[in-house]
């Protein structure tokens, strides 16, 4: 059975809480354990703002395609908060949830809804260290490299 990545972070409210119920979505959903890296907290990305997010990895089982597995992590994140995450000029804003489809085993996937794996997976170390943990020997199936890799290219 295919392994997802899913990454989660939150920025606002009682992020713990909020990842914690995203889990538990998520695992409803697949009906299957997830795997859990710790969480970590990181400034944001792509935007300034005051609050720091919490982001976790997930490494869960599922026969979803990942087309129908990426709509579905939509409508978890709007389930729990539906604000949008980003402002009128289309840049990041802080948010309750972020559930981002990272990769599904080794597949490749670019369609206008869905790249796979993550097009910008390599340069976020919220996304990198949590999923070092959960499989560090992972190989990126176009940048020919491994997480633990990726993550040692990223500048310090």
């Not at 920025?11 to 959903?29: K, T």
């Not at 309750?96 to 996937?109: E, N, Q, S, T, Y």
């Not at 959960?134 to 633990?148: C, I, K, S």
Request: charged fraction near 25%.
């Amino acid at each position: 059975m295919p392994t997802a990545y899913i990454n989660i972070g939150s920025n606002m409210g009682d992020r713990q809480a909020v990842i914690s119920r995203a889990v538990v979505y998520i695992e409803f959903l697949c009906k299957a354990k997830a795997r859990v890296s710790k969480i970590i907290e990181t400034p944001a990305w792509g935007f300034k703002s005051e609050s720091s997010f919490l982001n976790q990895g997930i490494a869960i089982d599922t026969d979803i395609p990942p087309i129908e597995l990426l709509r579905h992590l939509q409508e978890i994140e709007r389930l729990i908060s539906p604000t949008p995450h980003r402002n009128e000029a289309g840049e990041y804003i802080d948010r309750v949830i972020d559930i981002d489809l990272i990769a599904v085993d080794d597949i490749i996937v670019d369609t206008p809804e869905l790249q796979l794996p993550h097009p910008r997976m390599h340069l976020r170390d919220f996304v990198l260290i949590p999923f070092i943990e959960l499989n560090p020997d992972w190989f990126h199936p176009t940048l020919n490299a491994t997480t633990t890799k990726l993550l040692s290219l990223l500048p310090k």
